[in-house]
């Protein structure tokens, strides 16, 4: 079994910074693929952000690229989602999930283990 908690949600202003936390346990990750997702309210949840084990290839969504950056603490099994630049488009519970195999996904069904989620507001 593998739990994730995520941690580092808060209130930003627009422009603002935040970092995400997702620390997973259960089990040790030398494969497989973490991702960030996020719901607004109203809407359906959307792929963020993609991280694989083996090689450290990360995937973003268009609406993230280049403004958020995921990265990693081996020792720590936690993966991390450093957020830059933030609108108040981004508000969202934001997820961490963890699927076994090599492929990045962007479809949530193909992810094995979800976290519980931490609140991201921006203000405008």
């Known amino acids: 079994q593998v739990q994730l908690v995520e941690s580092g949600g808060g209130l930003v202003q627009a422009g603002g910074s935040l970092r995400l936390s997702c620390a997973a346990s259960?089990?040790?990750?030398?494969?497989?693929?973490m991702g960030w997702f996020r719901q607004a309210p109203g809407k359906e949840r959307e792929f963020v952000a993609a991280?694989?084990?083996?090689?450290?290839?990360?995937w973003y969504a268009d609406s993230v690229e280049g403004r958020f950056t995921i990265t990693r603490d081996n020792a720590k099994n936690t993966i991390y989602l450093q957020m830059n630049s933030l609108k108040p488009d981004d508000t969202a519970v934001y997820y961490c999930?963890?699927?076994?195999?090599?492929?990045?996904?962007?479809?949530?069904?193909?992810?094995?283990?979800w976290g519980q989620g931490t609140q991201v507001t921006v203000s405008s």
């Open positions: 999930a963890a699927r076994q195999g090599f492929f990045f996904s962007t479809k949530e069904q193909t992810y094995d283990y």
């Open positions: 259960g089990r040790t990750f030398s494969s497989g693929v």
């Open positions: 991280f694989r084990w083996s090689g450290g290839s990360t």
